[in-house]
């Protein structure tokens, strides 16, 4: 019987302790979470609060000033269906090839669970004709791999 009296009154002492830190720290209105990494590559979360938007938009002016300064970058989450930047094919002095076909576009490499295919950018899918408008260049081999002269045979 005795232990139960303990164990409530410290129940009891826990609750207005956690009463008195509340009246303490009260919410935030305004507050802003960075995702950042370190110069030596750890990710961090970082919570800045204040009062009023005002005063957090002054205080996200000092501290974003400041991360730059330790040298901090925002840590960029990928997300579902995110876009990948284009890989272009890419000719013998390192530019993107031009299309063979429209001439206007550039040779993208196109990766897929069925292979690696090479198409113009100025392809575009068109989801209502379910087909591609514009240039129709199409390829799978890969188009620094293709000879521009044909071999003629001696015995033609």
């Known amino acids: 019987m005795t232990l139960l009296k303990n164990q409530k ?36 979360l970082f919570t800045i609060r204040d009062s009023t938007v005002l005063g957090l938009i002054q205080k996200m002016s000092i501290m974003e000033d400041k991360l730059k300064a330790l ?15 284009v890989e272009y094919v890419k000719d013998a002095s390192g530019n993107p090839m031009p299309c063979p076909t429209c001439k206007v576009g550039k040779i993208k490499v196109i990766h897929s669970p069925k292979g690696t295919f090479y198409g113009c950018d100025q392809s575009k899918f068109n989801p209502t004709t379910k087909s591609y408008d514009g240039c129709k260049y199409f390829s799978t081999v890969d188009p620094n ?8 045979p001696e015995d033609f």
């Open 9 to 44: 009154r410290y129940t009891n002492n826990m609750t207005d302790t956690n009463k008195h830190l509340d009246n303490d720290f009260p919410e935030a209105p305004a507050s802003v979470t960075y995702s950042i990494v370190s110069r030596d590559g750890y990710p961090a």
């Open 145 to 152: 791999k293709v000879k521009d002269e044909v071999e003629i």
């Open 71 to 85: 040298l901090y970058t925002p840590q960029v989450k990928q997300s579902f269906g995110a876009k990948k930047e």
